[in-house]
Structures are given as structure tokens and as C-alpha cells.
């Protein structure tokens, strides 16, 4: 069975432009989260969405919008981009809601880079 | 705020016995997970603890005491091939649809 898919894996931007990542999530995966790595930190939570609802957002702005669809895939969004969100895009299903209840399940994720 | 703390980076031998301590808030703490990275590759799952305890899983263990806000991960019989970030990451209640991480343990296994 395929694990957690992200597209693209890299990518080069320019600041100002606006970016959208995809992931699918694990066939059956109802939840997909999304979580932002910078280089040599933790990752941080950005948003969750279960069954096609945003059930959660982290402390980032407005720029960052997300969407899950019928299929329970998702797209991350984030507009007039800065350096500061050079990052790795991190997107993990799990089946269940909560965590906890399942085991969050993350994809390679999409590396980004903003000159 | 819901500080998770675990050292930067630690180094260890091949063979040996590693301990990667992890401390973080206990008002509302739901549960702590350990997941491994290695570098440019995605997160993945060792292990969940919920209740006070050793849970072992092969040569990695993981414990948890809730009441000191302490989890530490338990690596043993070293390979170079661990070498890699460990993150811990903690679910509170309130916000269980969302995982804490803290900035990941560095560990190089050396020869």
C-alpha cells in the first residue's frame, strides 16, 4: 500500500509568489495534518483537517490556507511568500482524529525554497 | 506555553547504550510520542506512551512518568545506522488533534 504522497518534493520560489503543496493521504486515511520543519527544528503544527473540516490551526498567518477534498487529499496554500517560509512542508494522515487514537503517519514532504 | 525540552545533540559509540531525555509540561498532558529522522527524509513512528511505564519495542525502549513531566528513549545496542534526529512530541488535551514537538536530538553514532 503507498504511504503518505507529497508533491512536489522541492521547489524554488521567489518571495512574493504564492505556493500550493499536495498530499494524499494513506487510502482509508480520514485526517491529514500539516506541519512546517524548519532547518534544525521540530516540526510545527499548521493545520488539521478531519472528514473535509478544519478541526485545527497553529500559530501561523492568514498567508497559510489549507483544504481537504472528497478524496480526503489536501492542499496547503501560502501566499505572498518571505524567505522566513523556506522550510520543508511535512503532511501526516492518520485515521482517526485525534491523535493518539492513531498513529500520525507522515509523507517525505516538500522542501521550499524562497529566494 | 507547552515547551518541549531534549538535548541538542548527543554522541555515542557503536555497540553502546544511548539515553535521549525529553521533558515537557504537565498540565494537560494526554501523551508522548518518539519518532526518528533522518536527514531529508520524513518523520516515522517508534513509539507511544500514555501511562507511567517501560514500554520496549526491540532495541528501542521508551519511558514516561507523567507526574515529573520525563520521558526519556532507550537505545541500545548501537548501530551506525541510528544515527539520525529523534523528536519527541507531546498531545495535550484540549488540543489532541495536534502533536508538540521539541527541536529533536542529533545523535552520531561514531565507529
Known amino acids: 500500500d503507498a504511504g503518505v504522497t507529497q508533491s512536489p518534493t522541492h521547489l524554488i520560489k521567489t518571495r512574493g509568489q504564492h505556493v500550493t503543496l499536495r498530499c494524499s493521504p494513506i487510502s482509508g486515511h480520514k485526517s491529514v495534518s500539516w506541519y512546517q520543519q524548519v532547518l534544525g527544528q521540530g516540526p510545527q503544527f499548521i493545520f488539521q483537517y478531519y472528514e473535509k473540516e478544519e478541526r485545527g490551526r497553529g500559530n501561523f498567518p492568514d498567508r497559510f490556507s489549507a483544504r481537504q477534498f472528497p478524496n480526503y487529499s489536501s492542499e496547503l496554500n501560502v501566499n505572498a511568500l518571505l524567505l522566513g517560509d523556506s522550510a520543508l512542508y511535512l503532511c501526516a494522515s492518520s485515521s482517526e482524529g485525534v491523535v493518539g487514537a492513531g498513529e500520525l503517519f507522515f509523507g517525505e514532504g516538500s522542501r521550499l525554497t524562497v529566494l | 506555553g507547552q515547551n518541549i525540552d531534549q538535548p541538542t545533540e548527543m554522541t555515542a559509540t557503536e555497540g553502546a547504550i544511548v539515553q535521549i531525555n525529553c521533558t515537557y509540561q504537565?498540565?494537560?498532558?494526554?501523551?508522548l510520542f518518539w519518532y526518528q529522522q533522518h536527514a531529508g527524509e520524513a518523520p516515522t513512528f517508534l513509539s507511544y506512551n500514555v501511562l507511567d511505564g517501560l514500554e520496549e519495542k526491540g532495541r528501542f525502549s521508551s519511558f514516561l512518568s507523567r507526574s515529573k513531566g520525563y520521558s526519556y528513549l532507550l537505545l541500545k545496542e548501537l548501530q551506525m545506522k541510528d544515527s539520525a534526529s529523534y523528536l519527541c512530541a507531546v498531545s495535550f488535551s484540549g488540543a489532541t488533534n495536534k502533536l508538540i514537538f521539541g527541536t529533536g536530538t542529533l545523535l552520531a553514532v561514531q565507529p
Open positions: 504537565t498540565s494537560g498532558f494526554n501523551g
